[in-house]
């Protein structure tokens, strides 16, 4: 679905008179192959590179070494950018930012109308991408009147409409309330559990990876950490030397561990918690 | 510099039929020196209520008196309210804008007509308050990291030396490391100066591990004013109006639950913590 080979970007500093003050290399060098329908996560700490490594996939950026392909497409190459941007949508931080209609049904059927989707085919997918993030039952309202998760669903619906293969979202919830949270997670793994649709999701919450098929955290533009959440989680310090964090039942486990109670690495949810309690205790 | 909300009421669109009662009817009281939590889910009131607490919205019932005057009364000295109750907005550096750190956080003291003297010395402590080391202080505020850009927008408020410093949301955004550094640069300076904190936050992990008290609001409405572990015991009808408890009294419930003689109204790890071990330390092993 989506493959980098040796990708790097360098955004050039220039001080005012237009000088080049130095480089940042705010992607270097970075590998990944990255299936049809998988759930990939990306942690990281503020300019560790994951937004410019995002952008990388659909296109808003472009390489400056190696090469990233969408679906087989090299996405410096300009013939395939429109079939890139549709098949590899984006979701940003603030809600506010990226809703356009004046009522939910006519912004999400912005994007299928810009592609030229024919009006009878715009309702359809209009309608099923409510029904897909929940949303369907305020299609009328005016998307002002909306909580923030809700914006945001719908700022993910617009993007489905368009019927991407994957979705990248950069830090979706980052403005939400619990329940928003929840709302914004949920729709999203229902997208990857039943649409079968690609997910790319870059968050601060740590909570919110654990459902993932592969993490990947990163430092410096370069992917420093790699696996499966309990695989992550299970590096507790080294997470935290990357001014990253563990959901707060891991971090319990781990200072229990410490402790000497016997409980097994990497423990994710609450009910694995007291499984493992009970199992010992019991 | 106790402040009083007596039966606080704020209408939005009052008088026509969208009216929207963002705060109903709210009597507080906030004492010197609180490290207070205020929650709710979006669109429970809480920005509204912050906003009357430094006069920037008027009650349109009720009364609001800091140091035992109404703030709305005619000859109160309104623009001394606003440096005393210091409001820090989401996302304040947004509103950074200087050519370096230094004179950025000096704007606030320079509009209080204070000496140049006194505006420096005021700003170099602001900056030390939030943590900020000497060799940032002429560089260019849009160079620094998310973090510091955030301490450094906070130290452009407590340059104007509040008695009371609100904060929206001021880990929104940040990492991990980034948040915690910010959290504890806050407790440290309350309990250097003493000043009133109110943390408005959306991470319950948060609250439970810095403030006192903890105000919930729901529907412009106080639903609990209380300590957070009294509160987060109310975690079923939380999550009911949209918000939750910390991860730690889940697993603190669900251990009782799963019959372990374990106390429910744990709300931080290193509590939780203790807390098994205590239990579990008079069980043997099978």
């Known amino acids: ?282 | 510099m106790t402040m009083i909300l007596d039966h606080v009421s704020h209408a939005y669109e009052s008088g026509t039929a969208m009216q929207v009662m963002a705060l109903d009817n709210i009597s507080l009281v906030i004492p010197d020196g609180q490290f207070i939590g205020l929650i709710g889910h979006t669109g429970s009131g809480k920005s509204t209520l912050v906003q009357h607490l430094n006069g920037l919205l008027a009650p349109t019932s009720g009364n609001i008196y800091y140091d035992g005057r109404d703030i709305h009364d005619e000859d109160y000295p309104k623009k001394e309210l606003r440096s005393k109750v210091g409001l820090v907005f989401q996302y304040p550096e947004h509103q950074l804008f200087e050519v370096d750190v230094f004179k950025d956080v000096c704007f606030g003291p320079k509009n209080l007509g204070l000496s140049q003297k006194e505006i420096e010395l005021r700003a170099y402590e602001a900056l030390k308050l939030v943590g900020i080391e000497d060799e940032y202080f002429y560089q260019s505020p849009f160079d620094l990291s998310g973090g510091q850009k955030r301490r450094v927008a906070i130290a452009g408020v407590l340059a104007m030396k509040p008695q009371v410093l609100i904060l929206d949301e001021p880990t929104a955004g940040l990492d991990p490391k980034g948040r915690d550094e910010i959290l504890k640069q806050i407790a440290a300076l309350k309990a250097k100066t003493g000043i009133t904190v109110i943390l408005v936050s959306h991470s319950m992990e948060d609250v439970a591990e810095y403030v006192e008290r903890l105000i919930v609001m729901n529907r412009g409405r106080v639903l609990y004013d209380d300590t957070p572990s009294a509160v987060f015991a109310h975690y079923e009808e939380l999550e009911k109006i949209g918000l939750a408890a910390p991860q730690v009294t889940y697993v603190m419930n669900e251990l009782a639950k799963a019959g372990f003689a374990v106390r429910t109204d744990v709300t931080t790890i290193e509590e939780a913590c203790d807390e098994i071990l205590r239990v579990v330390s008079s069980v043997p092993f099978e």
Not at chain 1, 69 to 93: H, P, S
């Open chain 1, 1 to 282: 679905m989506m493959k980098a080979e040796r990708l790097a970007f360098e955004y050039i500093r220039r001080d005012e008179e237009g000088n080049v003050e130095g480089i940042t290399r705010a992607v270097d060098d970075v590998d990944f192959d990255i299936a049809k329908g998988e759930f990939i996560a990306i942690l990281g700490h503020n300019g560790s590179g994951k937004s410019t490594l995002a952008k990388h996939m659909n296109a808003i950026l472009y390489p400056t070494e190696g090469t990233i392909y969408v679906d087989g497409k090299n996405t410096a190459d300009e013939q395939y950018l429109w079939d890139i941007r549709q098949n590899a949508g984006m979701v940003f931080q603030n809600p506010d930012n990226q809703i356009i209609g004046q009522i939910v049904e006519e912004d999400v059927g912005f994007g299928p109308e810009n592609m030229g989707v024919p009006t009878k085919e715009i309702w359809e997918r209009v309608n099923e991408s409510l029904k897909a993030v929940g949303m369907y039952e305020y299609r009328k309202a005016s998307p002002n009147k909306l909580s923030g998760g809700q914006k945001q669903r719908v700022s993910i619906a617009g993007v489905i409409a368009m019927h991407p293969q994957c979705i990248i979202l950069d830090e979706p919830t980052a403005m939400l309330d619990p329940s928003g949270r929840k709302e914004v997670l949920r729709a999203v793994r229902a997208l990857n559990d039943v649409e079968k649709i690609t997910i790319i999701l870059i968050t601060h919450y740590m909570e919110e990876v654990i459902h993932a098929d592969r993490v990947f955290v990163m430092d410096k533009g370069r992917i420093e950490m790699q696996g499966t959440p309990e695989e992550i989680f299970s590096e507790v310090e080294r997470l935290k030397e990357l001014r990253l964090d563990v959901p707060q039942v891991t971090l319990l486990a781990y200072e229990l561990q410490k402790k000497g109670i016997p409980l097994p690495k990497g423990i994710l949810t609450t009910e694995q918690l007291v499984r493992e309690m009970t199992r010992l205790y019991g």
